[in-house]
């Protein structure tokens, strides 16, 4: 069976996310590493504009990134319904400094016909854990849009 979302993520290794990016993703930036059927995975650097005020990045922006890339993992299964996040909880670990390149990999953990069940974890590249974060998100039974 085609999937065009997971079709579209996969043609977009490498990069970010092109024409189907909304604009609070192109803010966050990222560039595709992985999408598979469970896993998607993205690497972020840690911009100026996204650091509290000791210069390390907010828990906001941990806590977006975890939400951005568990709706990313749903949405690349390519289902007819649209899924929105309906809880999220994020455990902040450690710290991610004003350039430094983070990875996120978000997986699918459950998946129901009325709730999924995602996870998330932000890593720097040496592996150490920055942030994790689970996040539940509901079928709304409302058409998913595909097009650019």
């Given amino acids: 069976m085609s999937n065009p979302v997971?079709?579209?993520f996969q043609s977009r290794i490498g990069s970010d996310l092109g024409d189907f990016t909304p604009p609070f993703s192109r803010w966050l930036g990222g560039?595709?590493?992985e999408v598979s059927d469970k896993h998607v995975t993205m690497e972020f650097t840690v911009r100026e504009d996204m650091a509290n005020p000791v210069q390390m990045m907010h828990g906001g922006v941990h806590a977006a990134?975890?939400?951005?890339?568990?709706?990313m993992m749903v949405a690349s299964l390519g289902l007819p319904n649209l899924y929105v996040s309906i809880s999220l909880t994020v455990d902040f670990v450690s710290k991610a400094k004003i350039g430094e390149k983070i990875i996120a990999k978000a997986t699918l953990d459950?998946?129901?016909?009325?709730?999924m069940n995602t996870s998330c974890e932000l890593r720097n590249l040496d592996g150490q854990l920055l942030s994790r974060g689970s996040c539940n998100l509901v079928n709304t039974n409302k058409d998913?849009?595909?097009s650019k």
């Avoid at 990134?65 to 709706?71: A, K, L, R």
């Fill in 6 to 8: 997971k079709e579209y």
């Fill in 144 to 146: 998913r849009a595909y």
């Fill in 110 to 115: 459950k998946q129901g016909m009325t709730i």
């Fill in 65 to 71: 990134i975890i939400d951005e890339m568990t709706g």
């Fill in 31 to 33: 560039t595709l590493l």
